[in-house]
């Protein structure tokens, strides 16, 4: 016990030494999820060269291909880019979770403007996130959490779905052998 206590002081007394805002905290996670390589890797280098037939690919019946978990994220993120800006009319609709998994039509240009616009609504976050004033990030979105929180949550759950997105890519034999670390 008493060695627990030393080792669980030495890790609070060097984080003590790391400190870092809150932004800087959310940034540093929110260009992990697209193209910064952390823990995961980031989501823009796990979808450069899937082609539409691994894009929208499932093991099971059942399961999400790619492109579907990239829809889902993409409505998240576009639901809360939109809320914050105040645009809550053009935000997307779906009846429940899955409906937000939704493909338009399975044709190679919708899944290259699917990922273009998901890294466009990702990277629009992060400047807002990189440029607002403290209290707007903490000011309550309509119908959700302040800014701050709900990017919280979104990183996780990218990070969630980008695991889910490497594990089909290396199902399918698309999973570059090399990383940076």
């Known amino acids: 016990m008493i060695h627990l206590e030393i080792i669980s002081y030495a890790i609070i007394d060097d984080w003590r030494e790391y400190k870092m805002d809150v932004r800087t905290l959310l940034l540093q996670q929110w260009a992990s999820c697209l193209d910064k390589e952390d823990?995961?890797?980031?989501l823009e280098k796990v979808l450069e060269n899937i082609t539409l037939e691994q894009a929208i690919?499932?093991?099971?019946?059942g399961a999400h291909s790619i492109?579907?978990?990239?829809c889902?994220?993409?409505f998240y993120e576009k639901r809360i880019l939109l809320r914050f800006l105040g645009e809550t009319a053009n935000e997307p609709k779906a009846e429940n979770n899955d409906?937000?998994?939704?493909?338009?039509?399975?044709?190679?240009?919708n899944w290259k403007e699917t990922r273009q616009e998901y890294f466009s609504v990702h990277r629009e976050l992060e400047k807002i996130l990189a440029k607002s004033e403290l209290e707007d990030l903490y000011r309550p979105i309509p119908?959700?959490?302040?800014?701050v929180l709900e990017l919280k949550s979104l990183a996780m759950h990218n990070a969630y779905h980008i695991g889910q997105i490497v594990f089909l890519s290396k199902m399918q034999g698309a999973w570059a052998g090399k990383r940076s670390f």
């Open 143 to 147: 119908d959700d959490n302040p800014l």
């Open 39 to 42: 823990w995961f890797p980031p």
């Open 99 to 109: 409906a937000t998994y939704r493909l338009p039509t399975e044709t190679f240009q």
């Open 57 to 61: 690919w499932k093991p099971v019946e």
């Open 67 to 70: 492109w579907e978990l990239v």
């Open 72 to 74: 889902h994220l993409l």
